[in-house]
């Protein structure tokens, strides 16, 4: 496995694959890796020939307040993980090396930001597309592998490869939990033993938004109610939004129907967590 933190370096290892007619996987990451980063690695792995990762904290995609200081990096840890599962190109530039170029031009998706952590983190959809237009400049994969702990990040990235005619792929991999049901999140370190007990509240109130689904329950309000319920009588968490929404267009659904997206962003102590469920409701 090759680490390489510089675009030229990059570039020139790219030139190299496509030049054998192989295909790229590319897994972007923020670093500080844990088995949800590592099923997208090894997914690319097994279906591809040539797998990039890219370990780069984005400081466009953080608000002001936000942790991007505070964002746990670890780079030789990370390279030693992705080296077991097989990764072949690590790029792990600096943000002096990402925007050498100055920041003057940004890509953005409309509408489906506007909702959900768009709403409640403006202008983290804009950090995002702009870092991954340019990773896929750079990277040109075939195939790119994102988590579906992030739904609205692998909507609003679908919509910009169409939208923009990247050619190219997005693969989405299901949440990877822990055994109690938290899903597994860089910043879940941020969480002290009680916060760490407090954040399953995310987790057990999909599952009760699951099980009244599955009694035949269809009216979102109620639902979203009776998770609220459950997330009110944890005392560490404040909640930032729950809803239940279409999973492609991230349209409110008032009468659940279809795809459906549970998504739910909840506050424990100073970290903020999401997670979310997608489910198909039949009429
Ligand atoms: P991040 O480093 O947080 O930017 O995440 C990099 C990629 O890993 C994104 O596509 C995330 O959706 C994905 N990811 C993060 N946590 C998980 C998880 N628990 N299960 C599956 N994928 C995840």
Redesign the pocket.
Known sequence: MKIVTTKQELRAAIRGVKRAEKTIGF???????????L??VKKARATTDFVVVSIFVNPLQFGVGEDYDEYPRDLNRDSSLLAEVGADLVFAPSVEEMYASGNSTQVEVLGLTDVLCGASRPGHFKGVTTVVSKLFNLVQPDFA??????AQ??AVLKKMVRDLDFPLEIVA?????EEDGL????RNKYLNPAERQSALVLSQALKLAEKLISAGEKNAEKICQKMVQLIENQPLAVIDYVELRSADSLELLPELQGQVLIALAVKIGKTRLIDNLQLEVKS
């Open positions: 897994v972007p990451t923020m670093g500080f890796l844990h088995q949800g980063h099923s997208l592998f994102f988590g579906q702990k992030d990040q692998v991999l299901p949440i990877v939990r899903a597994l999140s860089s």
